[in-house]
């Protein structure tokens, strides 16, 4: 079983910045990939940007270019550089571990607010 915890959202003025940080309990594999994802009230939840292991990363194209993902394998954690905020980054993000072993698991957190004021 993995737990995820996200720290370091709050509110910041548009243009601004913030990084999110997950931490993970239990055993984070190789194979696993790490994310963050966001979900705003009424609208479906969207992929951010993920990593893998060996460090390969993908974004939505809403966001390259401002936010930069990073993972420590060491300590099991990942992280979200968000800079040059917009209002349209508010939303809840979510750290997700998603794990290829005998078939697809996803891991959420319980989520964490970011405001974005214009």
């Known amino acids: 079983q993995v737990q995820l915890v996200e720290s370091g959202g709050g509110l910041v003025q548009a243009g601004g910045s913030l990084r999110l940080s997950c931490a993970t309990s239990g055993t984070i594999f190789s194979v696993d990939d790490m994310g963050w994802y966001r979900q705003v009230p009424g609208k479906q939840r969207e992929l951010v940007a993920t990593?893998?292991?060996?460090?390969?990363?993908n974004y939505a194209e809403s966001v390259k270019g401002r936010f930069t993902i990073s993972r420590d394998n060491a300590k099991n954690a990942v992280y979200l550089q968000m800079n040059s905020l917009i209002p349209e980054d508010t939303a809840v993000y979510y750290c997700n571990v998603r794990r290829y072993l005998f078939g697809t698991r996803d891991y959420w957190g319980q989520g964490i607010q970011v405001t974005v004021s214009s």
């Open positions: 990593i893998t292991s060996g460090g390969i990363t």
